[in-house]
T-cell receptor, first 111, second 113 residues
Framework: TQLLEQSPQFLSIQEGENLTVYCNSS?????LQWYRQEPGEGPVLLVT?????EVKKLKRLTFQFGDARKDSSLHITAAQPGDTGLYLC???????????FGAGTTVTVRA | DTAVSQTPKYLVTQMGNDKSIKCEQN?????MYWYKQDSKKFLKIMFS???????INETVPNRFSPKSPDKAHLNLHINSLELGDSAVYFC????????????FGPGTRLTVL
């Protein structure tokens, strides 16, 4: 069983539309990271959130960490084809050395 | 000036063979990782070394043996390869034990025939 559940698994939208990806768990995390992975490459960090209720913006991307630090969301406004990729959330727990990754959401933005 | 590099990029081999994947990072990080990404894109931690000491050893068959000759290198040797070992293997590094950004290599696609 995975510690972090991501939804949806796949998302296909038209350029200009908005989208939201969810990352949920029953565990509390000391921090949560979002990565984007493009085909043939390794994941690249987009953002780290550490405080419950925190909201971070990266251009058209908005990241939110739940108040209880058990969940997070990624919202993309006016998606562009360059946003296409696999989005992964990953949580760190204070009593654990490893990052636990969600199964990922494959986002396709059609021109 | 690649941060985390892996060799080879592709590896195609027969069942039963032994193979190695090499990883090097030039970021000065003290922690390195091996991940396996399966066909469903799930990224699963296998091993982690901090200052050459093994700190994470997930439920991985004994056929997999990591070796860290120094803080900048973490190699993965696989004995008696099986069909189920086919996957993309990623090396990563970070500074510190947990919570910090992990920098990933480009991956090694292993295909066992």
């Amino acid at each position: 069983t995975q510690l972090l559940e991501q939804s949806p698994q796949f998302l296909s939208i038209q350029e200009g539309e908005n989208l939201t990806v969810y990352c949920n768990s029953s565990s509390v995390f000391s921090s949560l990271q979002w990565y984007r992975q493009e085909p043939g490459e390794g994941p690249v960090l987009l953002v780290t959130v550490v405080t419950g209720g925190e909201v971070k913006k990266l251009k058209r991307l908005t990241f939110q960490f739940g108040d209880a630090r058990k969940d997070s969301s990624l919202h993309i406004t006016a998606a562009q084809p360059g946003d296409t990729g696999l989005y992964l959330c990953a949580g760190a727990r204070s009593n654990d050395y490893k990052l636990s990754f969600g199964a990922g959401t494959t986002v396709t933005v059609r021109a | 000036d690649t941060a985390v590099s892996q060799t080879p990029k592709y590896l195609v081999t027969q069942m039963g063979n032994d193979k190695s994947i090499k990883c090097e990072q030039n970021l000065g990080h003290d922690t390195m990782y091996w991940y396996k990404q399966d066909s469903k894109k799930f990224l699963k931690i296998m091993f982690s070394y901090n200052n050459k000491e093994l700190i994470i050893n997930e439920t991985v068959p004994n056929r997999f043996s990591p070796k860290s000759p120094d803080k900048a290198h973490l190699n993965l040797h696989i004995n008696s390869l099986e069909l189920g070992d086919s996957a993309v293997y990623f090396c990563a590094s970070s500074q510190g034990l947990v919570g910090n950004e992990q920098f990933f290599g480009p991956g090694t696609r292993l295909t066992v025939l």
